[in-house]
T-cell receptor
Framework: AQTVTQSQPEMSVQEAETVTLSCTYD???????LFWYKQPPSRQMILVIR??????QNATENRFSVNFQKAAKSFSLKISDSQLGDTAMYFC??????????????FGKGITLSVRP | GAGVSQTPSNKVTEKGKYVELRCDPI?????LYWYRQSLGQGPEFLIY????????DSGLPNDRFFAVRPEGSVSTLKIQRTERGDSAVYLC????????????FGPGTRLTVL
């Protein structure tokens, strides 16, 4: 079974600054995907970024980037130039790769990020 | 196009009652998932459909929970003899076949059992 750990319950950052959210995971799988999802008060889960475990290059999406350390089983999210709209809960999630099929997500407990004006 | 929709948005019921929660996936998505999110926690997997059949129902907590997807599109999560501990947000997600890494979520149904 897989586990995802987010040990920081909440963080705060000043608008326009950079913040890093931590995530570690445990798995015996060799091929998998990692995700960061954002959940604002509207409850809608929004995909922020994803990383394929077989890719060494860290994924980036505009202001969002990850630091994927496969050996350490660490997957942190860096948000640059933080904006008020980034205020939300952020969840780290794991998905096992299954050839030709879909698979469930295993989520961490989440972290509440507040961006201060 | 339209995203995943869930109805009702909120449901309040009394202990012991039966409830149904509905999920309309994105058109053409063959995979559909149900998750349950308790207050202050991350979503937990309940069940996954591939087409009309349940490919993985290992997350259903007990036999009071049941889900169907009779025509391979809309799905209904059914909870019998509700208990206060069933109170949570129930999230639905869908995914196109062959793209195992992308799940699109609905806004969820908040279930409150009094």
């Amino acid at each position: 079974a897989q586990t995802v750990t987010q040990s920081q319950p909440e963080m705060s950052v000043q608008e326009a600054e950079t913040v890093t959210l931590s995530c570690t995971y445990d798995t015996s799988e060799s091929n998998y995907y990692l995700f960061w999802y954002k959940q604002p008060p509207s409850r809608q889960m929004i995909l922020v970024i994803r990383q394929e475990a077989y890719k060494q290059q860290n994924a980036t999406e505009n202001r969002f980037s990850v630091n994927f350390q496969k050996a350490a089983k660490s997957f942190s999210l860096k948000i640059s130039d933080s904006q008020l709209g980034d205020t939300a809960m952020y969840f780290c999630a794991f998905m096992k790769h299954v050839t030709g099929a879909n698979s469930k997500l295993t989520f961490g407990k989440g972290i509440t990020l507040s961006v201060r004006p | 196009g339209a995203g995943v929709s869930q109805t009702p948005s909120n449901k309040v019921t009394e202990k012991g009652k039966y409830v149904e929660l509905r999920c309309d996936p994105i058109s053409g998505h063959t995979a559909l998932y149900w998750y349950r999110q308790s207050l202050g926690q991350g979503p937990e997997f309940l069940i996954y459909f591939q087409g009309t059949g349940a490919a993985d129902d290992s997350g259903l907590p007990n036999d009071r929970f049941f889900a169907v997807r009779p025509e391979g599109s809309v799905s209904t999560l059914k909870i019998q003899r509700t208990e206060r501990g069933d109170s949570a947000v129930y999230l639905c997600a869908s995914s196109p076949m062959g793209l195992a890494d992308t799940q699109y979520f609905g806004p969820g149904t908040r279930l409150t059992v009094l």
